[in-house]
């Protein structure tokens, strides 16, 4: 869901550079169109206004979500309009930095080779080179050069104006996807953290989840314990089936999380429960984990299209002085051997302190 997510907001970042870049590049052909038509250069006009459709055509295909064939169509038309510019005017206005912007769009597109993007790098690099040496050994002859050699710098500037725009553009929407990027990973993480830490039927740590919080409470004082074992489990499983047994799990669990709401809860194994509590004293918490007891066993559990009553036995530990991670191992032998008092008669709480 959240990879999803991510890559939902990537294709709309997709579609927001693209019409900004539509914008952009529109509005700089609109001038150029009105430009080469108050200078009678009518050939240009035809040209540069199909280029402007074609832009037209890319903006559409960004917002059908097809970002390479977008960069391919942008990438073509700032080629054609380099060779063009260069064909109708000369070299020296500028129009060869259409080429340079064809780098920003290689590192836009999705584009799961990189392969894809020498490719377009090198189509631009060579055209480049093409017309650098047709300009070296003067293989064009210009058609409207005379016209607006005069105007040659101002079109110089307003190239490399339109140029920085576009590699802005480029630099902002890659630092948007690099952040999104880097959110999924965050996500991830943190769902993968919750997926080895949670069970993933009771929503509740499991038993490797549990130990690493307990490493936090490590010299924590005033501490206890308490290994709930639902009795019968194997009946509810045998008689209602194995899906009403997930759903009794379920109802059990939630049962622990709202008695229990200031506790570490965790499922131990199939039907025991781990209660770790810094709260309550020992006796407060004993006695509340016998009206634990007793609220489970007055409880309905509603299995298919019966209602079915469960015991529960506990045993419970307290620790004397300060918490060590280190007596873990007893206490859980003092634990179980408090929960197997219980289990010889089933519905009872046995305690004991350390």
Same mark, same amino acid.
């Given at each position: ?34 430009l080469v038509?108050?200078?009678? /250069? ?63 769009? /290689? ?27 047709a300009e ?15 105007y040659r ?90 899906? /009403? ?110």
């Amino acid at each position: 869901m959240i990879a999803k997510t991510s890559n939902l907001k990537i294709a709309n970042s997709n579609i927001v550079f693209f019409k900004r870049l539509f914008l952009i590049n529109s509005i700089y052909l609109s001038f150029l169109i009105l430009l080469v038509l108050a200078f009678d /250069c009518y050939v240009a006009f035809y040209v540069f206004f199909a280029l402007l459709l074609s832009y037209c055509a890319a903006l559409l295909i960004s917002i059908l979500r097809y970002v390479n064939l977008c960069i391919f169509f942008f990438h073509f038309n700032n080629i054609a309009i380099a060779i063009l510019a260069n064909i109708f005017f000369s070299n020296g206005f500028g129009f060869e930095l259409f080429l340079l912007i064809n780098i920003s769009y /290689c590192y836009v597109g999705n584009f799961k080779r990189k392969l894809s993007i020498f490719y377009l790098l090198g189509i631009s690099t060579f055209i480049y080179l093409l017309l650098y040496y047709a300009e070296l050994f003067e293989v064009f002859n210009a058609i409207y050069y005379e016209k607006v050699e005069q105007y040659r710098l101002y079109f110089l500037i307003f190239n490399l104006a339109f140029l920085c725009l576009n590699f802005i553009g480029a630099l902002l929407f890659m630092r948007k996807k690099i952040i999104t990027n880097i959110e999924q990973k965050h996500f991830t993480q943190i769902l993968l953290k919750e997926n080895i830490s949670k069970d993933y039927l009771t929503g509740l740590f499991n038993r490797w989840g549990f130990l690493a919080e307990l490493e936090k409470y490590n010299t924590q004082i005033n501490v206890n314990f308490a290994l709930i074992d639902i009795d019968n489990f194997k009946y509810v499983n045998s008689n209602f089936g194995f899906e /009403c047994g997930d759903d009794f799990l379920i109802k059990s669990a939630n049962l622990l999380k709202k008695t229990f709401h200031n506790s570490l809860v965790c499922r131990w194994s199939s039907e025991q429960f781990i209660i770790f509590n810094t709260t309550l004293n020992n006796q407060d918490f004993v006695n509340k984990a016998d009206e634990f007891r007793n609220y489970f066993k007055a409880f309905n559990f509603k299995l298919k299209d019966n209602f079915y009553r469960a015991t529960v036995s506990i045993g419970c530990v307290g620790i004397i002085g300060e918490f060590s991670i280190l007596q873990l191992e007893n206490i859980i032998t003092e634990i179980n051997k408090n929960l197997y008092l219980s289990k010889q008669h089933k519905d009872e709480l046995n305690a004991s302190k350390m």
